[in-house]
């Protein structure tokens, strides 16, 4: 088994660890137990048996390794001797995760801009909005933070999901919670810990244990 750097960066891991990982799954991890490949299996044993090319385009990899791909496009060749055996299979492979994540961000806004149209209000929008970004990013809840137009110092939110009960009409100080201290620093927030978390003022996070917010 030989890679390149690109290769060994695109998987994640060094050349020394792909090989050992190859060794500890019996030579099969490349087909049968490859993350990546076992959806199309059946179709590149084909190129080990017999040779010829194969392209794929885009597969997902669902490698669960730091820094790996999460997006790659293959493209198989085997190398044929005169007697017809195939002598090896070469394997280039192209890292598309920047590509796919851009075409992803595309489509949600086109989403977004889609469902917008039959919002009258800005009260009407936030829901919407929620509801996209909920989706997008694949989270529990979902939320916006605004100062109440009747108090100035309150704040008001409304949310979905895990944060569906938000729209009660409670609020809160505008200078306390998490809320409060991104109103004060303008500044994104991400808390890995959110019911420890030093900031946090009343029980709005309900079983949300992190969170990344921004100001708009």
Not at 48 to 67: H, I, M, Q, S, W
Not at 82 to 111: F, H, M, N, P, Y
């Amino acid at each position: 088994l030989y890679g390149n750097d690109a290769w060994c960066r695109i998987r994640g891991l060094s050349i020394e660890q792909i090989r050992e990982s190859e060794k500890q799954l019996e030579g099969l991890a490349l087909i049968e137990k490859s993350v990546y490949q076992r959806d199309i299996a059946s179709q590149v044993k084909d190129i080990y048996k017999k040779g010829g090319a194969l392209f794929f385009p885009e597969v997902e990899t669902r490698e669960n390794v730091p820094d790996a791909a999460q997006w790659v496009s293959l493209y198989f060749y085997g190398i044929v001797k005169e007697s017809g055996e195939v002598e090896s299979v070469v394997t280039l492979t192209q890292d598309i995760t920047i590509r796919k994540e851009r075409e992803g961000e595309l489509q949600a806004l086109i989403s977004l801009s889609s469902a917008l149209r039959s919002a009258v209000t800005r009260a009407d929008m936030q829901p919407i909005i929620l509801e996209q970004l909920q989706s997008l990013l694949h989270v529990d809840g979902a939320g916006i933070v605004l100062r109440d137009p009747a108090n100035y110092d309150a704040l008001l939110g409304t949310g979905i999901g895990e944060w569906s009960d938000w729209d009660d009409g409670t609020s809160q100080p505008a200078d306390k919670g998490i809320a409060g201290e991104i109103l004060k620093t303008a500044q994104p927030y991400i808390s890995q810990d959110v019911h420890t978390d030093p900031h946090l003022w009343g029980n709005y996070v309900g079983r949300i244990k992190a969170l990344a917010a921004v100001p708009l």
